[in-house]
Nanobody, 115 residues
């Protein structure tokens, strides 16, 4: 099992910034991917960004140039720096961890962007 603990959500005005963190613990393996997904009310969960242990990244088109994903492998922690936030970024953000062991989700953290 892998446990994920997220932090950093909150309320921010449009144009502002937030930084999310997610710490993984438990059965961490040497080849894995961590990422962020989000789910707005009435919508399906969608990819925001992922990063492999080696540092390869992938972003949704809607966040490219505004969000940056990074990780600290020594602490098994992934970060999401969100700049130039828009009201449409409002959602519950979930941290994800996947490897050959399986896939796991955090409990989610609310991000609300006011106009």
């Amino acid at each position: 099992q892998v446990q994920l603990v997220e932090s950093g959500g909150g309320l921010v005005q449009a144009g502002g910034s937030l930084r999310l963190s997610c710490a993984a613990s438990g059965r961490i393996v040497s080849i894995d991917t961590m990422g962020w997904y989000r789910q707005a009310p009435g919508k399906q969960r969608e990819l925001v960004a992922t990063i492999t242990r080696g540092g390869s990244t992938n972003y949704a088109d809607s966040v490219k140039g505004r969000f940056t994903i990074s990780r600290d492998n020594a602490k098994n922690t992934v970060f999401l720096q969100m700049n130039s936030l828009k009201p449409e970024d409002t959602a519950v953000y979930y941290c994800g961890y996947y490897s050959v062991i399986g896939g796991y989700w955090g409990q989610g953290t609310q991000v609300t962007v006011s106009s």
